[in-house]
């Protein structure tokens, strides 16, 4: 998952669930508790039925010396509500192995197809499939839904990996952004080695206002900094 957190799909309480409204979401990058890097979340709307969303991590302090960035872009649309994928673009220099991708989700036909680190890859599509972005959309439009239970199949490193999330109970979670009512969702994980955790805020439409990742020996974590989109924020 490595962070992407986050960020999704935002909809405004007052509004249809259907109904996407642009927004910023900036976020501090955290590694084992320093703040490493800054990552913003931006949702724009392309045409009338297309929206692009854009993750952007750029590294500060100790990490700026190495001058890694990750850049990912999904394009989506709705069907019956829900984000769906139509191409994705992007690199992750943060990762041990720099990862770059390319896809395209093509619906009509029932194929996924692009290219990982060059190589061209391809899969039959189905109904829960989704990019590295886009499946953290569904997972804001499922919460929204009242599902306390989701799974996901991801085009992601020329495989398709099975996701599978699960609300844990309430909290209360304090961010840079300020204090949130918050739903804890985990992700389950074959690895003891590796464990998510996101906390969503029904405020903000079920927004994650702060993700961590155990990985190994290493705890990744993102903290909302500022929003903008959202009425009354």
Request: with cysteine; proline share 4%.
């Amino acid at each position: 998952m490595y962070l992407r957190a986050l960020l999704l799909l935002l909809f405004i309480g007052n509004v249809a669930a259907d109904e996407q409204v642009p927004f910023q979401a900036d976020y501090e990058f955290r590694v084992n508790g320093m703040a490493l890097g800054a990552t913003a979340i931006t949702l724009v709307r392309e045409t009338e039925a297309r929206w692009v969303y854009t993750d952007y991590t750029h590294p500060t302090g100790l990490l700026a010396a190495i001058g890694r960035d990750r850049r990912e872009v999904s394009t989506l649309t709705l069907h019956d509500g829900s984000p769906r994928p139509l191409d994705f673009q992007g690199h992750d220099g943060f990762r041990s192995k720099p990862r770059a991708g390319t896809l395209h989700f093509d619906w009509n036909v029932g194929v996924v197809s692009g290219t990982w680190n060059n190589a061209p890859w391809s899969a039959p599509l189905t109904e829960t499939f989704h990019d590295p972005l886009s499946y953290q959309l569904a997972i804001m439009h499922d919460l929204a839904q009242g599902k306390q239970t989701m799974d996901y199949l991801i085009a992601e490193d020329a495989k398709v990996k099975s996701y599978h999330f699960r609300m844990v109970g309430q909290e209360t979670t304090t961010t840079l952004a300020g204090r949130f009512e918050t739903v804890r969702v985990e992700r389950e994980q074959d690895s003891d080695k590796r464990h998510t955790t996101l906390w969503c805020a029904p405020s903000l439409a079920y927004l994650p206002v702060q993700v961590e990742q155990q990985d190994g020996g290493t705890r990744y974590g993102m903290v909302l900094r500022t929003i903008e989109g959202f009425a009354g924020r």
